[in-house]
T-cell receptor
Framework: QKEVEQDPGPLSVPEGAIVSLNCTYS??????FMWYRQYSRKGPELLMY????GNKEDGRFTAQVDKSSKYISLFIRDSQPSDSATYLC?????????????FGKGTHLIIQP | GAGVSQSPSNKVTEKGKDVELRCDPI?????LYWYRQSLGQGLEFLIY????????KSGLPSDRFSAERTGGSVSTLTIQRTQQEDSAVYLC?????????????FGPGTRLTVT
């Protein structure tokens, strides 16, 4: 079993829809949870990070973490064609850098105009 | 301000040759990370530097891989005797310090193709 599981998609939704992206993980030691967006042939771009359980909102994006279920989500409201990209979840054990980040394989999102 | 930069953006090399990949982190960032992104494998963490020091090199895929960082800034990832399975995108990231591992900023990557 992979440490972090993420449905690769593609996930195709019409413009304006609410998008829900999810990851599950197996290691309860993860403390920090991140979402990155990656456009084709570009580096990942940090969208949001969350510590432990709870919600965090930033504009059209909301991140949720449920540590009891080992499940994290990213919601995108009022989706735009420019949101079409691969979305990567990532996790870390602590605030220390030595273990780096553990990534899901990414979900390919397509927003249809 | 300037983000993380990497060079070259693309590198094609013959099997058995050595390659050097370069990373310039965000100015003032003391923590630097290397990752590899292979088709179908996702992003794989390779090594972390705090300043010039890498406390754990066990994430490097084989002893053909080495990395160094000098002056607390630029880092190079060297792959000796390249193999076809080394073909991937090599990504570098930095954070203001190692405690902020959750706030990493990535460069555009170097796409390595071994023929």
């Amino acid at each position: 079993q992979k440490e972090v599981e993420q449905d690769p998609g593609p996930l195709s939704v019409p413009e304006g829809a609410i998008v829900s992206l999810n990851c599950t993980y197996s290691n309860s030691a993860f403390q920090y949870f991140m979402w990155y967006r990656q456009y084709s042939r570009k580096g990942p771009e940090l969208l949001m990070y969350t510590y432990s359980s709870g919600n965090k909102e930033d504009g059209r994006f909301t991140a949720q973490v449920d540590k009891s279920s080992k499940y994290i989500s990213l919601f995108i409201r009022d989706s735009q064609p420019s949101d079409s990209a691969t979305y990567l979840c990532a996790m870390s054990y602590s605030g220390g850098g030595a273990d780096g980040l553990t990534f899901g394989k990414g979900t390919h999102l397509i927003i249809q105009p | 301000g300037a983000g993380v930069s990497q060079s070259p953006s693309n590198k094609v090399t013959e099997k058995g040759k050595d390659v050097e990949l370069r990373c310039d982190p965000i100015s003032g960032h003391t923590a630097l990370y290397w990752y590899r992104q292979s088709l179908g494998q996702g992003l794989e963490f390779l090594i972390y530097f705090q300043g010039n020091s890498a406390p754990d090199k066990s994430g490097l895929p084989s002893d053909r891989f080495s990395a160094e960082r000098t002056g607390g800034s630029v880092s190079t990832l060297t792959i000796q005797r390249t193999q076809q399975e080394d073909s991937a995108v090599y990504l570098c990231a930095s954070s203001s310090d190692g405690a902020r591992v959750y706030e990493q900023y990535f460069g555009p990557g170097t796409r390595l193709t071994v023929t």
